[in-house]
C-alpha cells in the first residue's frame, strides 16, 4: 500500500479557494490511479475528482465540475486538488486515495487501496 499524507485544508469564506496536496511514499507512484474523495457530516463519503496516469485525463464529479482541477507531480510524487468558487456544501473532511493502475478509472471509494488521513476544508457562508 501507499502512504498518503494530505494537507492545504482549512477555513475559507464561500467563494474563496484552497489548494491540497497529497504527497505519496511509493516511488512507483506514477503506476497509481490517484483521486480525491469527501465526507460530510452525516454523509456516505463521495467521489470527487480522479486522475490517470501518463499524459493524464481527469474527471470529475458534477457537483464540483468546472471549480476544482486535480493535477500530479510525478517528480514529487504529490497529487493537488486547486479548488475555486468554493460553496458552503464544499464543507467536509477530504481524502486523497490511491489505486494500482490496471487501465480502469474508479470513481467509487471501495475500488480505492491506500487512503490518507484527511484533511478538513470549511466554506463560511
Known amino acids: 500500500q501507499v502512504q498518503l499524507i494530505e494537507s492545504g485544508g482549512g477555513l475559507v469564506q464561500a467563494g474563496g479557494s484552497l489548494r491540497l496536496s497529497c504527497a505519496a511514499s511509493?516511488?512507483?507512484?506514477?503506476?497509481?490511479?490517484m483521486g480525491w474523495f469527501r465526507q460530510a457530516p452525516g454523509k456516505e463519503r463521495e467521489f470527487v475528482a480522479v486522475?490517470?496516469?501518463?499524459?493524464?485525463?481527469?474527471y470529475y464529479s458534477d457537483s464540483v465540475k468546472g471549480r476544482f482541477t486535480i493535477s500530479r507531480d510525478s517528480a514529487k510524487n504529490t497529487v493537488y486538488l486547486q479548488m475555486n468558487s468554493l460553496k458552503p456544501e464544499d464543507t467536509a473532511v477530504y481524502y486523497c486515495a490511491a489505486h494500482l493502475y490496471a487501465g480502469v478509472v474508479h470513481t467509487t471509494a471501495e475500488e480505492y487501496d491506500s487512503w490518507g488521513q484527511g484533511t478538513q476544508v470549511t466554506v463560511s457562508s
Open positions: 511509493e516511488r512507483t507512484f506514477n503506476n497509481y490511479l
Open positions: 486522475i490517470t496516469l501518463g499524459v493524464p485525463n481527469t
